[in-house]
C-alpha cells in the first residue's frame, strides 16, 4: 500500500493549491482518507477528512471555507483544494487512510507528505 502525496509549492498569500493524494494497494472510495499538517517543532494538526462510506467531509475551523476536499474514484485519489492561503498555512502537508469511517487522528497509512509555502 502506497499514498502518494504532492502537489505542494510556494506561493503568495491569498493564492491557491491542489494538493493530490493517489493511492496504490486499495481503494480509497472504502477509505477514510485525512489531510494533515505539520510545521517544525510542533505536533501533526488534522485539517480534512473526507468518508469513503458516504462522501461526508468534515473541516478543522481555519479551513473551513478556504479548503474543499474531494475524491475521483476512478483515478483513486483524493484532492484538497487550498485557497485564500495565508502564511500560517505553511506546513508539511500528509495524507492518511483508514478503513475505519471514522474521522480521528489515528490512520493506517500514511503518505510522505507535501511542502506548501505561504510567503510573500
Known amino acids: 500500500v502506497q499514498l502518494q502525496a504532492s502537489g505542494g509549492g510556494s506561493v503568495q498569500p491569498g493564492g491557491s493549491l491542489r494538493l493530490s493524494c493517489a493511492a496504490s494497494g486499495i481503494s480509497l472510495d472504502s477509505y477514510m482518507v485525512a489531510w494533515f499538517r505539520q510545521t517544525p517543532g510542533k505536533e501533526r494538526d488534522w485539517v480534512s477528512c473526507i468518508s469513503g462510506r458516504d462522501g461526508s467531509t468534515y473541516y478543522e475551523d481555519s479551513a473551513k471555507g478556504r479548503f474543499t476536499i474531494s475524491r475521483d474514484n476512478a483515478k483513486n485519489t483524493v484532492y484538497l483544494q487550498m485557497n485564500s492561503l495565508r502564511a500560517e498555512d505553511t506546513a508539511i502537508y500528509y495524507c492518511?487512510?483508514?478503513?475505519?469511517?471514522?474521522?480521528?487522528?489515528?490512520?493506517?497509512?500514511w503518505g510522505q507528505g507535501t511542502l506548501v509555502t505561504v510567503s510573500s
Open positions: 492518511a487512510a483508514d478503513s475505519l469511517n471514522f474521522c480521528g487522528m489515528d490512520y493506517e497509512y
